[in-house]
């Protein structure tokens, strides 16, 4: 929307051509959604007082958690909010790409939203039920997957990182792979979201890569030179990584330790959704395993302590996911935060080392 008010006036002043450029754009976007969070933050918290919109503690995490029982949730609508307007304020709307990954963005957090409304209507930590939250994501999913598969231009080959010439084409699989995908890095998010802004930096962490991918890879001189696929029109998701960005960069000023509020499954989900859907248009989807480290740590630390445990009846965690394992160590919260968020920028650097080493 901003971006066509300004362009518009570059046949009278040449001046307004440089809002044509992405990177421009992408900084734009990252400053208004990085504004309008750090703006409109105090009073989504205000709003989510008075209606008593708290967070409600699992009995059998680590007991002083209880302490944050009553903590303002759902702050995840602020995200989205954000992210919507930030994106389509400087976005070119005719880019299917970018109403894909808003569209993950949006369906993903209308579950997130019914998950956490359950849990403040029943006054306890069960939301939706299980079965019904991962049908509904395989369903949307499987939209985005089926579109991509449909679309004449788009490549169903896997870029493998560090590896130059090799490129599986799965064919019709790549569709249950790209819903496999953005499942599991939804929920993954979600596992991570346990202690006050762990999951958020490598959310930053992940946006500033894809930010640079998509980028790379809509630019037809620079994906030749780094020898990764070009997509025609994925440039425009550097916008919307830089508007997920600035997002969550506001977000966390709210929900650093101690946090005075929640994004819930209603961030969590939808934040993971996306990534994962950036990831797979850019022709990067592996490449989110190392960049995504973190959130594949945490996820496989429950697989593991859910399979030890009805195998051989032990558990390999104290707890899982692993942030709880750590706590229950002793380490203090603020000491597990950072730690992780150190791994997820060692992480985040390698990955971008891939687009040279290959």
Known sequence: MIYYILYSFHEHHSFFNVFRYITLRTIYAILTALILSLVMGPYVIEFLKRYQIGQYVREDGPKHHLSKSGTPTMGGLLIIIVVLFATLSWIDLSNIYVWLVLFALVGFGLIGFMDDYLKVVRKKSDGLAGRYKLTLQVVIASVIAYILYSLPAYSTKLTIPFLKNVNPDLGWLYIPFVILIIVGASNAVNLTDGLDGLAMGPVIVTTMVYTIITYAAGHTKIANYLLIPFVNGSGELAILCGAVFGASLGFLWFNTYPASVFMGDVGSLPLGALLASVAIISKHELLLVIVGGIFVLETVSVIFQVASFKINGRRV??????????????????????????????????????????
């Open 317 to 358: 965690f104290l707890m899982a996911p692993l942030h709880h394992h750590y706590e229950l160590k002793g380490w203090q919260e603020p000491k597990i935060i950072v730690r992780f968020w150190i791994i997820s920028i060692m992480l985040g650097l390698l990955a971008l080392s891939t687009l040279k080493l290959r």
